[in-house]
């Protein structure tokens, strides 16, 4: 779980490279782009009330070959209305969601650096200190996910080495 109040919190984001890749942050005007379209409310939960300007946020390619961990982003802003969720014409709209009353939340992450390496599944699992990481475990699919302080040092640490 996230460090107490106060403290700077690691996360971990999923996203299909084909849809928004870290290539794709990084290219977004001050290298900033919402987190949008996430349609679970564990996760949305955490894109609400966990994620905190300042946080560091592991940016994961999933559905890709290989799936792997490939950048390191910021959270420059808090948790607010998913407005994707409004539009009509959007993917990701939801007629349940409204202005005055929403079921959705976004928050606008940055990117920092591009890992030296992408730090693939494969090696994860292979990786002593990392047995109880959210991602590793059996049936985790959440897009958004906490990260420990301890893991982030383990993977930032694998991804840095050329």
């Known amino acids: ?10 996360w971990l984001v999923k996203s299909e490279p084909d849809a928004f890749s870290f290539d794709d942050l990084m290219a977004s005007p001050r290298r900033t782009s919402h987190w949008d379209g996430v349609r679970n409310f564990q996760a949305r939960n955490t894109l609400r009330d966990g994620m905190k300007k300042g946080d560091l946020v592991f940016f994961y390619h999933s559905s890709a070959d290989p799936t792997a961990i490939v950048g390191v982003a910021e ?6 209305p998913d407005h994707t969720a409004f539009d009509k014409s959007d993917s990701h709209y939801d007629p349940k969601s409204k ?26 699992r292979t990786v002593k200190g990392l047995e109880r990481m959210v991602l590793l475990q059996k049936g985790s699919r ?11 040092d383990i993977i930032y640490a694998l991804g840095m080495r050329g």
């Open 1 to 10: 779980m996230p460090n107490a109040d106060g403290d700077r919190r690691h």
């Open 75 to 80: 959270v420059v802003r808090e948790g607010y």
């Open 142 to 152: 959440l897009s958004v996910q906490p990260v420990s302080p301890k893991e982030w």
């Open 99 to 124: 202005p005055d009353a929403p079921t959705w939340f976004m928050v606008d992450l940055k990117g920092v650096e591009k890992l030296k390496r992408p730090v693939t599944l494969a090696e994860l």
